[in-house]
């Protein structure tokens, strides 16, 4: 399941929704698989819908570049709520690590070190692309137009993006990625560890309560206290006359 929407010049994350519904549409009419595994793209994500995903979700995946801060609070409530989280060293999914410990959460990926690294070494996606074939396989379908056949070009702007201008380095955490999902998978299989992997989770999220939060805010970036002062009973409002 994937949730999102896009602003209405936002032409790359239009692009990247019509490729999910694209895949969505040849994996979900599958003979072979079709009744197995489904991809579902939810419409305009937002709270109405995060309520009900939220408490019924197994895995929460973030898996922003690490150093891009753009792991925010969402994982936070699928951690309260039991779901384990598959995600970069990146924003709060770090926090989160640091509460519940290494063996309940699935981390892969480059850490902010390493992604400055690459940064000044020079990131080549064609480097990835050459040396990983189920990559390469999957870029030249969605290149080549197997996901929409009746627009072969569709995604080319969407291809030409991810291996010559990608500021995210995606294809530098791949392999990492997958074998990650590998390993969710193996613990999966195995209920009791999960179960006991959900309830960490849950008894380590205390600390992002919003009170905690907000009294950091205050603190540390808008430089106020609390005023336990008693306010003072307001005034009954003076007689008037009718004119």
Not at 66 to 83: I, R, V
Not at 116 to 143: S, V
Request: net charge negative; aromatic share 10%; glycine share 6%.
């Amino acid at each position: 399941m994937i949730g999102g929407k896009a602003a209405p010049g936002y032409l790359t994350a239009k692009d990247i929704i019509k490729l999910i519904c694209a895949v969505a549409y040849i994996v979900n009419s599958d003979p072979t698989i079709g009744n197995k595994l489904k991809v579902i793209y939810l419409e305009n994500y937002r709270v109405t819908l995060a309520e009900l995903i939220i408490p019924a979700a197994d895995l929460s995946q973030q898996i922003s570049t690490a150093g891009t801060e753009a792991s925010g609070t969402g994982n936070m409530k699928f951690m309260m709520n039991g779901a384990l989280t598959i995600g970069t060293l990146d924003g709060a999914n770090i926090e989160m690590k640091e509460e519940m410990g290494d063996d309940n959460i699935f981390i892969f990926g480059m850490n902010v070190g390493e992604v400055e690294n690459l940064k000044q070494k020079g990131y080549n996606a064609w480097d990835y692309y050459h040396n990983i074939p189920d990559l390469k396989e999957a870029i030249n379908q969605i290149r080549d137009g197997y996901f929409y056949p009746k627009d072969p070009y569709a995604f080319k702007n969407l291809v030409n993006i991810l291996m010559s201008h990608d500021r995210f380095f995606t294809l530098a955490d791949y392999e990492s990625y997958v074998k990650c999902q590998d390993r969710v998978s193996q613990v999966y299989a195995k209920r009791e560890q999960w179960l006991r992997m959900s309830l960490m989770n849950i008894a380590s999220s205390g600390k992002f309560s919003s009170d905690r939060t907000i009294s950091e805010y205050a603190s540390h970036i808008w430089g106020v206290s609390p005023n336990y002062a008693r306010l003072p009973s307001p005034k009954p409002p003076p007689d008037t006359e009718m004119i």
